[in-house]
Nanobody, 115 residues
Framework: QVQLVESGGGLVQPGGSLRLSCAASGRIFSLNTMGWYRQAPGKQRELVASITSGGSTNYADSVKGRFTISRDNAKNTVYLQMNRLKPEDTAVYLC?????????WGQGTQVTVSS
C-alpha cells in the first residue's frame, strides 16, 4: 500500500503561481512514475504532468512552459510548480503514483484561479 497526501492548493489570481506537493508513504520501495492529474467540474480527468523515477518528464500541451514537475526521491515527494496560472487551470489536482502493485491516488487538492 502507498499513501499519497497532497498540499499547496488554494485561490490565486490569474497570472499568479502555486506549488503543489505530494508526499508518499508506505511501500515506497516500489515507487515508479509519479504524476499530477486534474479534474474540472463536468470534465474528464486529464494528465497534467508526470515524472519517472529517473527524472524524465512529460507535460500536457496546455501547461508546457508554465508548469514544472520535479521529485525528491529522498523525501518521496513530487512537486508541481505552476506559474502564469489561468482561469482554465481551475480544477482538483490529484497526485498519482505507479508502483509494482498498480496505481495509487491521493485525495486531491483544489486549485482555483480567479480574480
Amino acid at each position: 500500500q502507498v499513501q499519497l497526501v497532497e498540499s499547496g492548493g488554494g485561490l490565486v489570481q490569474p497570472g499568479g503561481s502555486l506549488r503543489l506537493s505530494c508526499a508518499a508513504s508506505g511501500r515506497i520501495f516500489s515507487l515508479n512514475t509519479m504524476g499530477w492529474y486534474r479534474q474540472a467540474p463536468g470534465k474528464q480527468r486529464e494528465l497534467v504532468a508526470s515524472i519517472t523515477s529517473g527524472g524524465s518528464t512529460n507535460y500536457a500541451d496546455s501547461v508546457k512552459g508554465r508548469f514544472t514537475i520535479s521529485r525528491d526521491n529522498a523525501k518521496n515527494t513530487v512537486y508541481l510548480q505552476m506559474n502564469r496560472l489561468k482561469p482554465e487551470d481551475t480544477a482538483v489536482y490529484l497526485c498519482r503514483a505507479l508502483t509494482g502493485d498498480g496505481p495509487y491516488w491521493g485525495q486531491g487538492t483544489q486549485v482555483t484561479v480567479s480574480s
